[in-house]
Structures are given as C-alpha cells and as structure tokens.
C-alpha cells in the first residue's frame, strides 16, 4: 500500500512558476510509479505527467516544454516543477501511484489534491 500527500499549490500570475510536491509513504513504495493529474472546475480529471521507476517520464501535450517531474528517491517524493503558467493551467493537482500499465489512465492511488491558481 501506499499514502500520497501533494503540497505545493497557491496563486501565481500568468509566466510565473511553481513547484509541486508529492510525500509518499508505505512499506512497497519503491515498487510504485507516479504520476500527476489535474482537474478544472466543472470537467474531468487529465493526465498530466508520468515518472516511472526506470527513469522514462510522459507529458501530457498541453504542458511540454513547461513542465517537468521529477524524483527524490531517498525521500520518497516527486515533484512537479510548473513554468511558464498558464491561466488554463489552474485547477486541482492530484499525485497518483500504481504498479501497472494503467498509471497514466486509472491509477490505483491518490493524495488528497492540491489547488493551483493562474491569474491573467
């Protein structure tokens, strides 16, 4: 099992830059890949970018080029680093976890969501 705890989000003007981070914690954690969703108000949630354990990482399109994940192993936390903002950028941020192909579509896992604002 593992629990997920995202921190990180605020306001912050459009061009401007944050930094998301994901606390996991559980006895098979470093069996896991994550990964990061998002969710605007009134539509579903999207993927947005993936780290897997070998190191490969997958972005959604909307965010190439601006946004990068990224992990610290010894404390068991990932990150995603947001420039470049965008006013479509905000929404809830959701780190997710799963031990399957099914990461960047359903995954098993999720914190509790962090909200992120881009104002014009």
């Known amino acids: 099992q593992v629990q997920l705890v995202e921190s990180g989000g605020g306001l912050v003007q459009a061009g401007g830059s944050l930094r998301l981070s994901c606390a996991a914690s559980?006895?098979?954690?470093?069996?896991?890949?994550m990964g990061w969703f998002r969710q605007a108000p009134g539509k579903e949630r999207e993927f947005v970018a993936a780290?897997?354990?070998?190191?490969?990482?997958r972005y959604a399109d909307s965010v190439k080029g601006r946004f990068t994940i990224s992990r610290d192993n010894a404390k068991n936390t990932r990150y995603l680093q947001m420039n470049s903002l965008k006013p479509e950028d905000t929404g809830d941020y959701y780190c997710?976890?799963?031990?399957?192909?099914?990461?960047?579509?359903?995954?098993?896992?999720w914190g509790q969501g962090t909200q992120v604002t881009v104002s014009s």
């Open positions: 997710a976890a799963d031990q399957t192909v099914l990461l960047t579509t359903s995954p098993r896992y």
């Open positions: 559980g006895r098979t954690f470093s069996t896991y890949d």
């Open positions: 780290s897997w354990r070998n190191g490969d990482t």
